[in-house]
């Protein structure tokens, strides 16, 4: 079956431990990206990487890091988490790039809660 | 930066009755609509789409209309049914634009018995 799997699907953390949320997809998609929601505000990407070893920010990636070693995975880091960062995160691929647009397939989200 | 605004955030209708959600959005250059419904516990799966170069597309009972003089998109769910309660969302972006979506803050559909 075709998915984009995130963990933890939740997870409750103190300030200043660092986690890290995986993400992997299995369609070969080159376009992934990571997105956080919260009330009021929808959608906002926080980083978004077009291909192997190719990342780049998105509107509000300050607390976070991403790399992308393998087609397949693009985890998401919080060096040293802070109750800001309590959010819905998404992960999402898609098989298009930086010369289209397409459909973004999304995991099924990850509630992440600072203390 | 791209800016897209969705109303209303929330919308309570009538089992059978039509519902009508609307974005507008800043970027002239923006060239791409997706429409996003997010069931509970769920990530955003896409419905239904649309490009600068058509004004209006359907797929069953819901469609999408799109104004490009005035920057306003809309989504219009005819028939509705219980399983049409969900959240969804609309987007804006552009062709080159490296598929960066920029989301409406949603809206919050309840379809009632």
Redo the contacts between chains.
Sequence with gaps: EAQ?TQNPRYLITVTGKKLTVTCSQNMNHE?M?W?RQDP??????IY?S?NVEVT?K??VPEGYKVSRKEKRNFPLILESPSPNQTSLY?C?S?P?????????F????SRLTVL | GENVEQHPSTLSVQEGDSAVIKCTYSDSASNYFPWYKQELGKGPQLIIDIRSNVGEKKDQRIAVTLNKTAKHFSLHITETQPEDSAVYFCAASFTGGGNKLTFGTGTQLKVEL
């Design positions: 984009v376009y990206s997105y009021g505000l929808g959608l906002r990407q978004y077009m780049d998105g509107d998404f999402a898609s298009d790039t930086a010369s289209d647009t397409g459909e973004l999304f995991g099924e989200g």
